[in-house]
Structures are given as structure tokens and as C-alpha cells.
């Protein structure tokens, strides 16, 4: 399959005068599951990779060389995001890898780009409470999407929170920053209820009756959702089964975006919400010629785009100033140049690559509509840079991340004037 996949962008380059280019290509991998339950999810992903690389081909290439794609598919395997990330540095030589979706997948890959000092573009909202030398992280931190979601519906009167995650560390990790920072609102404990199911759970009866009657006293409830993968979709039917509406318990979701929403009947579900830096329908010029792009290239206009197919956007792009900056595809001399990158993103405005590893972006919450898109209801005023500590765990309140010499520390801790280590 991975050989297959490299011939097909090859023929699709080479149809368009791409590899008029001279020299070795520059390797890129794309590490996303493309079978098990984050294919929902991830296959998007490795298409959008694909276009990017022919693009970026069509325009010249990388330092004059042309780009060649290798995929691979870990198949919703942990330990084995681990293995084909060796394989591709070792064994395919890529400069970069662009890929993981799920927390755990991250965690089990960040070993061997530390040991082999490669470089991973990671595209998807996380839990924070990281920044590793050789990860840029061009999805949402806590910060960009999870306080300021709960924010919102506590600002529309909502009292009661039901939080609802996957079970892995970034649902678990997520809630432990939302449960101090509810509290520190004012939420009393009793008023917060986690609820945790595995990856794929289907039967979700029991635990939707549970919500319905948690918000069921009166008092203004929510669903604050960590699920990941193809659970959402039974989840969102089950709602929609027992007629539990918006306007009764809004769901405010984390990893719901447009290409989930796709396999679900959208009708009953019109209102819920999600909460992301980015929406197919953002009303720019930039992301009209992104989507134009996107369904030239995939040859259907049914195909949707989502925020971690921005997030990929913004960091390929990144990665290809940088490596252009450097004048190598040498990972420390780009890892230096990263920081204090600026790219266009796909809402009309530029997002920059702090020396923490994290971006700046805006945070958008979105209403489902009956199309399956979402109409923006609250964005913030300008871009948020992401905070990879959180002030509101007492542990990582007072840390810091900054890879720029002299400090060059991932967490540097303020109050004793140290660094903790590789992270």
C-alpha cells in the first residue's frame, strides 16, 4: 500500500510538470490510521497531505527538489504509531513527519523523535501538559479550545456539567484542567460528573438516560464532549433516540467536526455544538480557495474539510518556510528556524510558531446545522498562542516552555529556576 501510494503522487506529479525539479526528492511522511476506529477521523488527513505535497510540487518544490510522499498506516495501533515512525526516519529517511490524531498515539511516538531527532507536525486539539524539542504542535491546546468553550455556556447560564471523554489521556487530562478550573468559577463538585468509555463503545443507552437525568433538576446542564473516533457516531443517534435536544442539554463537543458529522443524520442534532479554531464555513477568500482546491483534488464537492486538515495546512506550510530559511532539511537547523514562523491560516488571519512549539490561533464556537456544517455563534477577537502548562493544575502552573537558546527547555520551572527534563 505504502509503495502504491508513493506511485500514485508520483503519476499525479509528474502529470502536472512537477518533477522538473533537480535532485534527491525530499522524503515526507504522513503517519494516520487509515483502518480501525480513528480511520473516521484520520484518512482525511493523509488526503489532505497528499494534496499539499503535489501542490507544493506544482509551485517548485522544496529548495528546488521535488517531494515524495510516504504513507503508512499504524491502523489505530498505538505501539505501532511507534514502530512506523522508526521506520519511517530510519528506514524511509523522511525530513518531517506530519501525523497522529489521538493523545496516546502522540505519547507512544515522542521517544523516537527525541532518540533519532526527527521532526513531528502534530494536528489535533490536545490536553497541553507538554512541549518536546522535536513536536510542533499546530492543533488546539486547552487554551484555544476547551476554556473558552466552557467559558461560553457558563456565560449562557449553564450551571451543571456533564464531562463525557474517551478513555485515554486526553479526555482524562482534559478534564482534570476543566474539573479545577469549573471549580475555580465557582461550580460546586456536585455539579460535575466525568464519565469515561472506551474507543469504538457503541451502546450508549445507559449513559445518555444518566445525562438526561442530569439535567433533568431545572437547573441548566451541559455535555462537555471528549469522545473520539467513530464512538461519536452512535452517540450523537442515541441523543437524537431519546430526544434530547440543544435546547434541553447542549452538547459542546472537542473532536466532532465536519467530516464526523458526515455519517450522522444532522436534523435532530441542529444547535449542538463544537468548539474549534477552524470551520468549513468560514467565510475567507483564503479558505474558499482551499476548498475549491480540495474538491478539484479529491473530485467530489461532497467531501468536507475540517480544523486538523487546517492545522496541517498551517504546519506544512511552516515547514516549508523553515526548511527554505535553513537552506537544509537538517532537523536542528529547521527546528530553529520554526520559531517565529508566520503563515497565512485559513480564517483571514496569520499564525505564528511560538518558541513554546505551540501556534497562534482564533477559537471559533459552532452551531450544527442541518447541513452538517456549523454557523459560528462567539470567536474570539484576535489569535490565541497556545499555552502548552496550565495555570489552573497546581503542578504545571508554574512552568514555562521556551526552545530558543539559552534556555531551551521544555519546561522550565519559574519558581526554582530549573528545567525538568526532555519535556
Not at 524511509?92 to 506530519?98: H, L, S, T
Not at 437524537?240 to 440543544?246: R, V
Amino acid at each position: 500500500m505504502k509503495k502504491l501510494l508513493l506511485s500514485t503522487a508520483f503519476c499525479a506529479a509528474a502529470a502536472t510538470g512537477a518533477l522538473a525539479q533537480e535532485g534527491e526528492p525530499i522524503r515526507v511522511g504522513i503517519l494516520h490510521s487509515l483502518s480501525g476506529t480513528m480511520a473516521i477521523s484520520e484518512t482525511t488527513l493523509r488526503d489532505a497531505m497528499l494534496m499539499l505535497i503535489e501542490q507544493q510540487n506544482e509551485a517548485g518544490g522544496v529548495l528546488g527538489r521535488p517531494l515524495e510522499a510516504v504513507v503508512v498506516d499504524p491502523a489505530s495501533d498505538w505501539p505501532r504509531f511507534a514502530e512506523l515512525a522508526r521506520e519511517l526516519i530510519e528506514g524511509d529517511g523522511v525530513a518531517a513527519v506530519f501525523g497522529c490524531w489521538t493523545s496516546v498515539s502522540r505519547k507512544s511516538v515522542l521517544p523516537v523523535f527525541e532518540e533519532l531527532n526527527s521532526i513531528l507536525f502534530y494536528p489535533v486539539q490536545y490536553e497541553g501538559q507538554e512541549s518536546q524539542r522535536n513536536v510542533f504542535y499546530t492543533g488546539a491546546a486547552p487554551n484555544q479550545q476547551a476554556i473558552p468553550a466552557v467559558d461560553y455556556l457558563l456565560e449562557n447560564g449553564v450551571e451543571r456539567f456533564y464531562l463525557a471523554g474517551t478513555d485515554y489521556v486526553y479526555p482524562r487530562t482534559t478534564n482534570q484542567i476543566l474539573e479545577a478550573y469549573l471549580q475555580a468559577q465557582g461550580v460546586a463538585p456536585e455539579d460535575i460528573i466525568v464519565n469515561y468509555t472506551p474507543f469504538g463503545h457503541s451502546d450508549w443507552q445507559t449513559i445518555v438516560s444518566e445525562i438526561r437525568e442530569f439535567g433533568s433538576t431545572g437547573r441548566p446542564a451541559a455535555v462537555v464532549s471528549t469522545i473520539n473516533g467513530d464512538a461519536n457516531v452512535p452517540f450523537y443517534n442515541e441523543l437524537a433516540a431519546q430526544g434530547i435536544s440543544a435546547e434541553d442539554i447542549p452538547v459542546i463537543a472537542f473532536s466532532v467536526g465536519e467530516e464526523e458529522l458526515a455519517g450522522i443524520d444532522t436534523g435532530p442534532l441542529v444547535g449542538h455544538l463544537a468548539a474549534w479554531n477552524y470551520f468549513m464555513s468560514v467565510d475567507t477568500d483564503e479558505n474558499a480557495d482551499f476548498i475549491d482546491a480540495w474538491h478539484a483534488y479529491i473530485g467530489s464537492e461532497d467531501r468536507v474539510t475540517n480544523d486538523p486538515m487546517e492545522a496541517h495546512y498551517i504546519g506544512f506550510n511552516m515547514w516549508v518556510e523553515a526548511v527554505e530559511a535553513a537552506g537544509t532539511t537538517d532537523a536542528d537547523a529547521v527546528i530553529d528556524a520554526l520559531v517565529g514562523v508566520a503563515v497565512p491560516n485559513l480564517t483571514g488571519g496569520i499564525s505564528s510558531m511560538g518558541a513554546n512549539h505551540h501556534i497562534t490561533k482564533p477559537v471559533l464556537i459552532g452551531e450544527i446545522q442541518e447541513d452538517g456544517q456549523f454557523e459560528v455563534v462567539w470567536e474570539t477577537a484576535g489569535l490565541v498562542l497556545g499555552d502548552e502548562w496550565s495555570d489552573f493544575v497546581a503542578d504545571s502552573a508554574p512552568l514555562i516552555s521556551d526552545w530558543r537558546a539559552p534556555l531551551s527547555c521544555g519546561n522550565f520551572n519559574t519558581e526554582t529556576g530549573t528545567c525538568g527534563g526532555s519535556e
